[in-house]
């Protein structure tokens, strides 16, 4: 199960990495390339959609299954 009320469908990507800009303070190109990585370790593909957490958690979209968080510096891709 998904905790909160997470971002959701089409825009979710870009409300998720607007929220984390102005509430964690992550520079909107390191969420967006960890969110790339993460797809990617998870074997999921660019266009693949995935549901997103106001924490940074990432889970799929089908399995809701936690795939890793945007707000893990250990994915690298500091600005």
């Not at 607007?18 to 593909?45: C, F, M, Q, T």
């Not at 958690?57 to 500091?78: F, N």
Request: glycine share 12%.
């Amino acid at each position: 199960m998904i905790p909160g009320r997470p971002f959701r469908g089409q825009p979710a990507v870009e409300d998720a990495i607007a929220h984390l800009a102005r509430y964690h303070g992550i520079d909107p190109w390191v969420a967006s390339n960890r969110l790339h990585r993460l797809k990617e370790i998870a074997g999921l593909g660019a266009a693949d959609n995935v549901v997103i957490g106001h924490t940074g958690d990432v889970y799929t979209e089908m399995t809701a299954e936690r795939i890793g968080s945007l707000t893990d510096r250990m994915l690298g891709t500091e600005s």
